[in-house]
């Protein structure tokens, strides 16, 4: 009698009924799309996105404007699905470096295993998870183990810094995440689930004043003084269930306007849930100090808000002589990009120059 063990019988993956599940959990080329690239590429001609995927932006004029060369370290402050990285790396050999910075818990090794399967090692990449506030310490980090390493030692910034803002596609197309009311899903919109408050716990504590003047600054919503009161204070446990009583409070509007309203009041809870405002001060604010003499750096952004901010920080580093030169006119994607790519369309770039 044989004492090799019997094989594990073999298990058929659950199976879902129908031939087009609703559910995104059921969708097995959404969670690894890697593995379906006849279909991605049938999405992306049809000028959608791939679920479970992001379409790096502006990658063309981005790598015009920085420049990478061998030999110099850039940072990725939004390192997200990596796919401006993944052009950046690919120009810093030999002898560069790129630090990739990500809050999120969940896409970050990810991102890091894509990164590496594509042959970028340890010598020239490296993950850290952080929000891009945190850049001069990531920095310091950095110096300190080139220092222990012997290579460029002291080295305290970057001769490029890129920051692609917002929410990429992964956390909007999973609904776990509840970034949007593509699929229904808990209201969450937390960047690092780890920390914070959900969005729902937000809405529940905030007053309608509070509100109003929260959907205006950071939404330019123009219907915030009706939708403040029937949602502030309230409890919405699901995308779902917050987008019916935004639309139950604009009847008269159109579907389309409708709609719009929805986006822009899930775009205000999310930037008021990340903090996403105070972090982006906090990085420009800290931003020259972080770039070489002569170092570039370039910041997307898709609202207002944003690139308000960015617009005025430029331009008071030229003032001050802080930069020697920036971007005086607003780059956006071409028609061909929106075209290819409809989630680009909102997308804004700014550049600025370091005093050599």
């Given at each position: 009698?044989?004492?090799?063990?019997?094989?594990?019988?073999?298990?058929?993956?659950?199976?879902?009924?129908?031939?087009?599940?609703?559910?995104?959990?059921?969708?097995?080329?959404?969670?690894?799309?890697?593995?379906?690239?006849?279909?991605?590429?049938?999405?992306?001609?049809?000028?959608?996105?791939?679920?479970?995927?992001?379409?790096?932006?502006?990658?063309?004029?981005?790598?015009?404007?920085?420049?990478?060369?061998?030999?110099?370290?850039?940072?990725?402050?939004?390192?997200?699905?990596?796919?401006?990285?993944?052009?950046?790396?690919?120009?810093?050999?030999?002898?560069?470096?790129?630090?990739?910075?990500?809050?999120?818990?969940?896409?970050?090794?990810?991102?890091?295993?894509?990164?590496?399967?594509?042959?970028?090692?340890?010598?020239?990449?490296?993950?850290?998870?952080?929000?891009?506030?945190?850049?001069?310490?990531?920095?310091?980090?950095?110096?300190?183990?080139?220092?222990?390493?012997?290579?460029?030692?002291?080295?305290?910034?970057?001769?490029?810094?890129?920051?692609?803002?917002?929410?990429?596609?992964?956390?909007?197309?999973?609904?776990?995440?509840?970034?949007?009311?593509?699929?229904?899903?808990?209201?969450?919109?937390?960047?690092?689930?780890?920390?914070?408050?959900?969005a729902s716990a937000f809405l529940k504590k905030i007053g309608p004043d509070?509100?109003?003047?929260?959907?205006?600054?950071?939404?330019?919503?123009?219907?915030?003084?009706?939708?403040?009161?029937?949602?502030?204070?309230?409890?919405?446990?699901?995308?779902?269930?917050?987008?019916?009583?935004?639309?139950?409070?604009?009847?008269?509007?159109?579907?389309?306007?409708?709609?719009?309203?929805?986006?822009?009041?899930?775009?205000?809870?999310?930037?008021?849930?990340?903090?996403?405002?105070?972090?982006?001060?906090?990085?420009?604010?800290?931003?020259?100090?972080?770039?070489?003499?002569?170092?570039?750096?370039?910041?997307?952004?898709?609202?207002?808000?944003?690139?308000?901010?960015?617009?005025?920080?430029?331009?008071?580093?030229?003032?001050?002589?802080?930069?020697?030169?920036?971007?005086?006119?607003?780059?956006?994607?071409?028609?061909?990009?929106?075209?290819?790519?409809?989630?680009?369309?909102?997308?804004?770039?700014?550049?600025?120059?370091?005093?050599?």
């Amino acid at each position: 009698m044989s004492d090799t063990p019997a094989p594990a019988p073999h298990k058929r993956r659950p199976r879902y009924s129908g031939k087009n599940p609703r559910r995104f959990e059921d969708k097995y080329k959404e969670h690894n799309p890697g593995r379906y690239a006849e279909t991605v590429e049938k999405v992306l001609a049809s000028g959608k996105t791939p679920a479970g995927t992001h379409r790096p932006i502006m990658v063309a004029e981005i790598l015009e404007l920085l420049a990478p060369k061998p030999g110099e370290v850039a940072v990725d402050c939004t390192l997200g699905y990596g796919g401006h990285a993944q052009e950046i790396l690919a120009r810093l050999a030999p002898g560069g470096k790129l630090l990739g910075l990500d809050a999120d818990p969940i896409e970050l090794p990810k991102t890091e295993a894509r990164l590496r399967a594509l042959g970028f090692g340890p010598e020239i990449f490296t993950a850290h998870r952080s929000n891009f506030a945190g850049l001069p310490q990531v920095l310091a980090e950095f110096s300190s183990l080139s220092a222990s390493d012997g290579e460029r030692a002291g080295v305290r910034c970057a001769d490029i810094i890129l920051a692609d803002l917002g929410v990429s596609s992964m956390q909007i197309d999973d609904p776990a995440r509840g970034f949007s009311v593509k699929f229904d899903g808990p209201l969450d919109m937390r960047m690092n689930p780890q920390r914070g408050q959900p969005a729902s716990a937000f809405l529940k504590k905030i007053g309608p004043d509070a509100l109003a003047t929260l959907l205006v600054e950071y939404a330019d919503e123009p219907h915030a003084a009706a939708l403040a009161p029937a949602l502030a204070g309230k409890t919405f446990a699901t995308t779902k269930s917050l987008a019916t009583a935004i639309r139950a409070v604009l009847p008269r509007l159109n579907k389309e306007d409708c709609d719009l309203s929805i986006r822009r009041v899930f775009q205000a809870l999310r930037i008021a849930v990340n903090d996403e405002f105070s972090a982006l001060d906090t990085f420009l604010r800290n931003l020259p100090a972080c770039l070489n003499p002569g170092g570039r750096v370039a910041i997307l952004t898709f609202h207002s808000g944003e690139d308000r901010r960015v617009k005025k920080s430029f331009e008071a580093g030229l003032r001050d002589g802080v930069y020697s030169d920036i971007s005086h006119e607003v780059l956006r994607p071409s028609p061909a990009e929106r075209n290819a790519n409809p989630r680009s369309a909102p997308a804004k770039l700014r550049w600025a120059r370091r005093m050599g």
